[in-house]
């Protein structure tokens, strides 16, 4: 089973960027497919971008064109750049890792076994 750390959260102005890292360790990372999900005080948890285990990436469309998630291999970790960052961009993010998703459950959060503890992004206006 995978274990996944994130980090690189903070505090920045409406406008900014901030890039937010997922590290994984003790699985077969390049089998797995990872996403990043956000929740914000008072709000169910949400799906924000996803990475295949094929390479393809998904996004919410209230992300598209300013998020960005890659992936190193070599370093097991999986990155959200986040550009044009809105106040309603406000939550905790958290990465999850699952094996066997197909298209269809990418954005569906009950098919992810595996889960960091979340870091804070905050933007203010």
């Known amino acids: 089973q995978v274990q996944l750390a994130e980090s690189g959260g903070g505090s920045v102005q409406a406008g900014g960027s901030l890039r937010v890292s997922c590290a994984a360790s003790g699985g077969t990372f390049s089998r797995y497919t990872i996403s990043w999900f956000r929740q914000a005080p008072g709000k169910e948890r949400e799906f924000v971008a996803g990475?295949?285990?094929?390479?393809?990436?998904y996004y919410d469309d209230s992300v598209k064109g300013r998020f960005t998630i890659s992936k190193d291999n070599n370093k097991n970790t999986v990155y959200l750049q986040m550009n044009s960052l809105k106040p309603e961009d406000t939550a905790i993010y958290y990465c999850a890792a699952a094996g066997g998703i197909i298209t269809s459950t990418v954005r569906d959060r009950s098919r992810y076994p595996n889960w960091g503890q979340g870091t804070q992004v905050t933007v203010s206006s």
């Open positions: 990475r295949k285990w094929d390479g393809s990436t």
